[in-house]
């Protein structure tokens, strides 16, 4: 077994996964012998043949096994778990939505959202098996190859025609040297896709130990730096050249700006836990040895206490997946024509767990009467639905959800077995 090129979350290359438009069913989709290149790959090998020549990479042949190579990863994927769309992967944020805003909503989110909160599960899995010692070396390049396609090879490749040459060139060789140690160490692709199958069996029946969480998180306090990684005008740049893949609304890219311009950094680790036949997921802005810390940025001040209620209900979540007993809350307001006074506030006070777990059990209600035919109620606030991307269709989505999802026998919450 050869060594292999890019480790994670210590090593040489940090991963952390960003929520992904692409639908899991969408990733096994790829033809299994491309005729040609398809987009977005295309477009990463029009510039990355711009960029002249890269220690004798055959660009043509690497983009092809990379398009190859993400199908396998997505079928590995949906072996072990065939459908990604059914509401069993429920995300903090939109539990959130749903008990303090409005229930249509938030369950809207939860079903769209689904596919990338069922990425994370898979990404903090494998994580608390990493940290937990419990990976042979093999399994942990594994891992880390798995990371790698879901999570910079994904954004990556279509961000690859804004990075600048440099950068450009040491993803491309990092994706050659990946390519390199799957030949050398599983000579096929089929042998390969067989040894990535097992693997992802083997993430989804791990069963973590009560330490889990707290291994996760001192390794990578003992890794973490706040003053490693991209610029900030870096990161601004990036998230706003991946902001329509990841399917942001201005309000969403906005709000990351602000956090990338504005919030403190603390380590992050993904959160877990099964609760009701599903599985909560969630990740705290930052996570501290007494405290979990969430950061806001509202767009006015008249915005600010619906943020700081959001965060406080979110860190009680937090706490309930993973005890803290304080909740750090920074809300920015995001308009620079207001004193610094009055736009910084910091928000310290005990957690809520049990607040927490109420809230979760109020959204798994509304899901399973969902799943019996009842659509949830409007929100007694109707000045919400004004600002709403789904004002005015909420009901007839919803509608045609239920109807996809009684029309799909292909799995039960019976057959799942965490």
């Given amino acids: 077994m050869v060594s292999a090129p890019y480790t994670s979350n210590g090593g040489n290359v940090y991963i952390e996964m960003t929520p992904l438009s692409i639908g899991v069913k969408n990733m096994g989709e790829v033809d299994n012998k491309p005729k040609k290149i398809g987009s977005p790959f295309k477009r990463a090998l029009d510039y990355a043949r711009s960029l002249g020549k890269i220690d004798g990479i055959d660009l043509q042949d690497l983009f092809k096994w990379l398009e190859i190579t993400q199908r396998h990863v997505g079928e590995a994927i949906n072996k072990v778990f065939p459908s990604a769309f059914s509401l069993c992967f429920l995300g903090v944020a939109d539990i959130v939505s749903a008990v303090n805003y409005c229930p249509r909503e938030g369950l809207i989110s939860l079903i769209l959202g689904e596919a990338g909160y069922y990425l994370k599960w898979i990404e903090g899995k494998r994580n608390t098996l990493r940290f937990c010692d419990d990976l042979s070396e093999e399994e942990k390049a594994l891992g880390d190859f798995l990371l790698f396609t879901l999570h910079d090879l994904t954004t990556n490749i279509i961000y690859l025609r804004y990075m600048d040459k440099k950068e450009a060139k040491k993803f491309l060789k990092q994706m050659a040297e990946w390519k390199r140690w799957i030949e050398a160490n599983y000579g096929s692709d089929t042998e390969s ?60 890219l906005r709000g990351r700006i602000a956090e990338i311009k504005y919030a403190e950094k603390y380590p992050k680790i993904i959160l877990y836990r099964l609760m009701g036949g599903r599985v909560i997921v969630g990740i705290p802005d930052g996570l501290a040895s007494e405290f979990i810390y969430e950061h806001k940025s509202p767009k006015d001040k008249g915005n600010a206490k619906y943020a700081l209620e959001r965060a406080r209900l979110q860190t009680d979540i937090y706490s309930f997946l993973f005890y803290r007993p304080k ?32 809230a979760i059990l109020k959204v798994l209600d509304m899901i399973n009467q969902f799943e019996h035919g009842i659509i949830p109620p409007e929100p007694p606030n109707k000045n919400r639905c004004k600002s709403c991307e789904y004002k005015g269709r909420c009901y007839s989505f919803l509608s045609e959800a239920m109807e996809r999802r009684l029309n799909n026998s292909s799995r039960s919450q019976e057959t799942l077995s965490f």
């Fill in 193 to 252: 896709g067989n040894r990535l199958d097992q693997f992802m069996k083997k993430i989804f029946e791990y069963q973590e130990p009560a330490e889990a969480f707290e291994a996760c998180l001192k390794e990578k306090e003992r890794n973490f730096s706040p003053e490693s990684g991209p610029s900030i005008e870096e990161e601004i740049r990036k998230t706003i050249a991946l902001a329509s893949l990841i399917g942001d609304t201005e309000a969403e």
């Fill in 327 to 358: 909740k750090r809350i920074q809300i920015s307001i995001d308009d620079s024509s207001i004193p610094d006074s009055e736009r910084f506030l910091v928000v310290e006070e005990d957690t809520n767990p049990e607040r927490g777990r109420k």
